[in-house]
């Protein structure tokens, strides 16, 4: 079962809403809106993207690798090294 199970509803609820922003930034595109104003909706979206990466990581962390640590072996060198990447991958977006 993936980690974040419990709060699927909501991450599938909050990908949806960017969706619209992603329309949104595309439709202010196809009618030729204001640079400034198609970026600044660029960033919003970004910024969303990132809540709901975080979301992401944190249930990784409480319930992936806490199970690991749990269960110990080589599974903790595993989850702590894929949450390693994902931060970094993560830091450097």
């Given at each position: 079962m993936a980690?974040?199970?419990e709060h699927r509803d909501?991450?599938?609820?909050r990908l949806r809403l960017i969706e619209?922003?992603?329309?949104?930034v595309q439709r202010m595109v196809e009618?030729?809106?204001y640079c400034v104003d198609v970026l600044?909706?660029?960033s919003a979206t970004n910024a969303a993207l990132?809540?709901?990466a975080l979301v992401m990581l944190d249930e990784h962390l409480n319930s992936c690798v806490t199970e690991a640590i749990v269960g110990g072996g080589?599974?903790?060198k595993v989850k702590v090294g894929?949450?390693?990447r994902a931060i970094s991958r993560l830091v450097r977006a």
């Open positions: 980690g974040y199970q909501g991450v599938l609820r619209g922003q992603v329309r949104g009618e030729d809106t600044t909706q660029i990132r809540s709901v080589e599974q903790v894929e949450a390693s």
